[in-house]
């Protein structure tokens, strides 16, 4: 499909693991989001890679979050030692870099802690 | 830092008739672009209608449109002709506008929209 994709859809671990979930953004978009949906909560920005620039990582909630995104295309975001806290919906997005970007969601992945 | 507040959790609509969505945010910014994003049970977002805030004219976008007050900082979004199909969470969101392309979106809550037939 031409659209973002993302995987796994759904993911339930214990506490205490650790957790990959992958990204793979629109050909051609160069720029790739991270965001997290808590229940009942609007989306919280985590993590902006745009083009060969050092991402933004200034919403990472904490050092056991972090994102990498290889070849300018596919991310993976880590969470490492999960607690219950990080149980949310995982939602990427990606844009072209033009200006106004309208940024292009994925269907997100659902984490649930144990 | 840019907020983005929703001040209605929930609304409800008849299927048909007219809803109005509220959004006010607080920015320093004078270059900025506004959204609304649609996200159904199916959990995508889903792209609504966006504002440029040079621009004066409110966007339109078939029975969706908006209603942009820079001074006020208001971003209201106006669904006409409601359908069963538009009951969905509907949020604002806030780009700030820069130099180098495409930035990170700022959302509000949401507002849980339900059309009853």
């Known amino acids: 499909g031409a659209g973002v994709s993302q995987s796994p859809s759904n993911k339930v671990t214990e506490k205490g693991k650790d957790v990959e979930l992958r990204c793979d953004p629109i050909?051609?978009?160069?720029?790739l989001y991270w965001y997290r949906q808590s229940l009942g909560q609007g989306l919280e920005f985590l993590i902006y890679f745009q083009g060969n620039s050092a991402p933004d990582k200034s919403g990472l909630p904490s050092d056991r979050f972090s994102a990498e995104r290889t070849g300018g295309s596919v991310s993976t975001l880590t969470i490492q030692r999960t607690q219950q806290e990080d149980s949310a919906v995982y939602l990427c997005?990606?844009?072209?870099?033009?200006?106004?970007?309208?940024?292009?969601f994925g269907d997100g992945t659902r984490l649930s802690i144990l | 830092a840019q907020t983005v507040t929703q001040s209605q959790p929930e609304m409800s609509v008849q299927e048909a008739e007219t809803v109005t969505l509220s959004c006010t945010y607080d920015t320093s910014e004078n270059n900025y672009y506004l959204f609304w994003y649609k996200q159904p049970p199916s959990r995508q977002m889903i792209l609504v209608i966006r504002?440029?805030?040079?621009?004066?004219q409110n966007a339109t976008e078939n029975r969706f449109s908006v209603n942009f007050q820079k001074a006020a900082k208001s971003f209201s979004l106006k669904i006409s002709d409601s359908q069963l199909g538009d009951t969905a969470m509907y949020f604002c969101?806030?780009?700030?506008?820069?130099?180098?392309?495409?930035?990170?979106?700022?959302f509000g809550k949401g507002t849980k929209l339900t059309v009853n037939p």
């Open positions: 050909s051609g978009h160069t720029a």
């Open positions: 504002q440029e805030a040079y621009k004066q």
């Open positions: 969101a806030f780009m700030k506008g820069t130099q180098g392309g495409s930035e990170k979106l700022v």
């Open positions: 997005a990606s844009s072209l870099r033009d200006r106004p970007a309208p940024q292009h």
